[in-house]
């Protein structure tokens, strides 16, 4: 079966680009989360959807960054512009409802921003 | 708020020897506790958990102990092996046990070396 599904894996852009990270959480699944990784800071939720709706966006870092999830099978985070800080690994998660704290992670998307 | 402390890493044990990797929290009410690993390249995968105080969860030789009265879930394993190498977190839910509650500390990176 198809785990969550991320892309790019890694992005190299320069400051004050766009960036858009896509993700497909494994079918059946209805809540997805968007989450940070850095060394400094460790995971850090940025977003939660539960079916399509965002219920919890208070980790989005700031205005510049913002996601979206059209349908059941698909969702985006979209940082404009993008800046050095910005630099992480992303992670999506699935899950189905809040299942007693199992989420499913994909590989993640590395993002570099000079 | 919450929170989760894990004991820093790189932690570099041989294989077959013991490991415990420290895990304390800080929560309000009864959280649930979690284990999750993260191998090289790859997302974060859910090891062990337990839901009410004295649990044990266990996983691949893994064990971990819910102590109330420490504020602990300390994760041990017996006789390592060098495919344990990875990164894990200890991680906290206040939500009922639910993923959207999910607190992560940030993460103790593992070397078993043969």
């Known amino acids: 079966d198809a785990g969550v599904i991320q892309s790019p894996r890694h992005e190299v852009t320069e400051m004050g680009q766009e960036v858009t990270l896509r993700c497909k959480p494994i079918?059946?699944?209805?809540?997805l989360f968007w989450y940070r990784q850095t060394m400094m800071r460790g995971l850090e939720l940025l977003i939660y959807?539960?079916?399509?709706?965002?219920?919890?966006d208070s980790g989005m870092p700031e205005d510049r960054f913002s996601a979206k999830m059209p349908n059941a099978s698909f969702s985006t985070l979209k940082i404009q512009p993008s800046e050095p800080r910005d630099s992480a690994v992303y992670f999506c998660?699935?899950?189905?409802?809040?299942?007693?704290?199992?989420?499913?992670f994909g590989e993640g998307s590395r993002l570099t921003v000079l | 708020g919450n929170s989760v402390t894990q004991m820093e890493g790189p932690v570099t044990l041989s294989e077959e020897a013991f490991l415990t990797i420290n895990c304390t929290y800080t929560a309000t009410g009864y959280p649930s506790l979690f284990w999750y690993v993260q191998y090289p390249g790859e997302g974060l995968q859910l090891l062990l958990k337990?839901?009410?105080?004295?649990d044990k969860g266990s996983n691949k030789g893994f064990e971990a102990t819910y102590r109330k009265e420490t504020t602990s879930f300390h994760l041990e394993k017996g006789s390592v092996q060098v495919s344990d190498s990875a990164v894990y977190f200890c991680a906290l839910s206040d939500s009922g046990g639910g993923a959207d509650g999910l607190t992560f500390g940030k993460g103790t990176h593992l070397i078993i070396q043969p």
């Open positions: 337990a839901t009410k105080a004295d």
């Open positions: 079918s059946g699944h209805n809540s």
């Open positions: 998660a699935s899950t189905v409802g809040t299942a007693y704290g199992e989420l499913f």
């Open positions: 959807f539960n079916n399509n709706v965002p219920i919890d």
